[in-house]
Structures are given as C-alpha cells and as structure tokens.
Nanobody, 123 residues
Framework: QVQLVESGGGMVQPGGSLRLSCTAS???????VAWFRQAPEKEREFVAA????????HYADSVKGRFTVSRDDAKNTVFLQMDKLKPEDTAVYYC?????????????????WGQGTQVTVSS
C-alpha cells in the first residue's frame, strides 16, 4: 500500500508563501490526491484536490485564488503552493490519496493519509 509523507511546513508571516510536498512511496500516477487541514479544536477540512489522470483541480472557497495544487508523477509528488497566507490558514496539513478516484471522491478523503505537516501563519 502506498505511503504518503508531507513536508514543507513551517512558520511564515501573513502574506507570505509556502510550498508543501506530498511524496509517495510508490508510483502515484493512478491516484487522485487531496489536501486537508486541521486547526486546533476544529474538524479536519478539505483544502484542494487534483485528479489522477487529468489536470483538473478543485479548491475550497477559502483558499481559491491563493492556493495551487499540482503534481509531478515522475517524482511521485503532489504539491500545494500556498500564497497570500493568512493567520486562519494555520493548521496541520495532510495529504490523502485514493486510486482511480474522481475529484468528488478524493475530496471526501482518500484511503491513505500522511502524518501531516504544521503550517503556522503569524506575525
């Protein structure tokens, strides 16, 4: 079973940028991949997703226009470029994957999850 590892989190000032990576242990080209986040004392929420075979993407309204999800299947990696970060983006960010999944399906959560990476937006 594929394993996922997130990286790239850290602390950044409001208005800054970070790029998260989700690297798979095996080929990820058949997997739809989504990013979720969980802030303290809040439920985990959907952030962005990318289809397994087309370049189509889907975003939560709260990040639309600021975040961009992309993939490099040759590197078994999905990226989340986060720009114009706000304090309310502070959370642990998780990637999840589901084989042959539609955007709708993986946007509800995949079958495999990473351990998460902390993103803190603060001045």
């Amino acid at each position: 079973q594929v394993q996922l590892v997130e990286s790239g989190g850290g602390m950044v000032q409001p208005g800054g940028s970070l790029r998260l990576s989700c690297t798979a242990s095996t080929s990820i080209n058949l997997y739809g991949v989504a990013w979720f986040r969980q802030a303290p004392e809040k439920e985990r929420e959907f952030v962005a997703a990318i289809h397994w075979s087309t370049p189509t993407t889907h975003y939560a309204d709260s990040v639309k226009g600021r975040f961009t999800v992309s993939r490099d299947d040759a590197k078994n990696t999905v990226f989340l470029q986060m720009d114009k970060l706000k304090p309310e983006d502070t959370a642990v960010y998780y990637c999840t994957a589901k084989i042959w999944a539609s955007l709708a399906a993986v946007s509800n959560g995949g079958d495999v999850w990473g351990q998460g990476t902390q993103v803190t937006v603060s001045s």
